[in-house]
């Protein structure tokens, strides 16, 4: 195992830049995840540290070496990849075994490495099965166990969970992030799926047009996200446009007067994150604001229900309520009050 750092790290294709000046510390032993919308750069990135992409600018550094222009077999960096990957035509020991073998390692220390990593995965007994006799899950594991089997210094996975079913995504998820924790690993994953890396993350970096835009953890990126595209791919929000008039006051696009904290005077959106508001049949009291509203759209997602309240032609609130018993759940076309604190609400001049 070793810390990781990224300084400078750039990559262009002529005049477009994949990534731009990234650069991040990994400490020894964490679980960090890039997240980010396809094409922001997360995965060349997360190339550039395998040694897969020459970096335009910057460097990789593992265990304080310098390891930017060394080869990828040359790092020793377990990765795996979105397919898996795996050698249709060998079979499980044998797929394990092909970065030992490629390190002129013994036989006998590489039939015992890949006995030990097969139970690591919870794969005895499947050493003689080829990849298509596995489920998708099983396969997954497989790859993770040849990256695991050389004992790298990190460990990288590229969207390792996006081929599984949501059932299998939940359960594999939480199976390689207790295997990275027993194991004390630096791990980097890149992923899409913000439910993926708020489980799984010690820390999130959020990447948009090859940038980073934040780096935090999921509560930092959730409580106080940096700018409003944070703010909208980490987790749920509303956003309202409008007018800020002067502190603590906000006038929207459809002519809602609200109340709000930060901000400056000039044109921003106000976000409220959908569990942050409440719903009821008459105004709310104790609350800075408490507006009437018609229900446009009731989710019902199990233990939780989404109301999407019409304020104004031009507004439109999600509200998060719980699915219990005895609780209020309004219906399409009923009229309703939400209401919320001024500080639930963040403020994004533009």
Request: charged share 20%.
């Amino acid at each position: 195992m070793a810390d990781l750092a990224l300084n400078g790290l750039s990559k262009h294709y002529g005049d477009f830049y994949a990534v731009r000046d990234v650069s991040l510390a990994i400490a020894d032993g964490e679980f960090l995840v890039l997240l980010g919308p396809s094409g922001c750069g997360k995965t060349t990135t997360l190339r550039m540290v395998a040694g897969f992409i020459e970096p335009s600018a910057g460097e990789v550094r593992l265990g304080g070496q310098d390891v930017t222009l060394l080869p990828p077999w040359k790092r020793n960096a377990g990765m795996v990849f979105q397919s898996y990957a795996l050698f249709p035509h060998m079979t499980v020991a044998q797929n394990v075994a092909f970065g030992l073998e490629m390190r002129k390692l013994g036989r006998v220390d590489i039939d015992q490495r890949v006995e030990e990593t097969l139970a690591l995965v919870r794969l005895d007994g499947f050493g003689g099965r080829l990849p298509r006799q596995l489920s998708g899950g099983q396969q997954q594991r497989v790859a993770l166990a040849r990256a695991l089997a050389i004992r790298p210094d990190v460990l990288l996975l590229d969207e390792p969970l996006s081929n599984l079913d949501a059932k299998l995504r939940q359960e594999v998820r939480i199976e390689i992030r207790e295997l990275q924790r027993q194991l004390g690993l630096t791990t980097v994953m890149v992923t899409h799926d913000q439910e993926e890396a708020l489980t799984m993350a010690d820390r999130l970096v959020v990447m948009n047009e090859g940038a980073v835009r934040q780096v935090g953890t999921q509560r930092d990126l959730y409580e106080r996200p940096a700018d409003r595209f944070v703010a909208g791919f980490v987790g749920r929000t509303t956003f309202l446009g409008g007018t800020v008039k002067a502190p603590g006051r906000f006038r929207s696009d459809g002519g809602l007067a609200l109340a709000c904290t930060g901000g400056r005077p000039g044109r921003a959106v106000l976000s409220l994150r959908p569990e942050r508001a409440m719903v009821g049949r008459a105004a709310l009291s104790g609350l800075d604001n408490s507006l009437p509203g018609t229900v446009e759209f009731v989710s019902y997602l199990g233990a939780l229900i989404d109301i999407h309240v019409r304020l104004s032609p031009k507004d439109r609130l999600v509200v998060q309520i719980a699915n219990r018993d005895g609780g209020f759940t309004p219906e399409v076309g009923q009229p309703v009050h939400v209401g919320w604190p001024a500080s639930a609400g963040q403020i994004f001049n533009e």
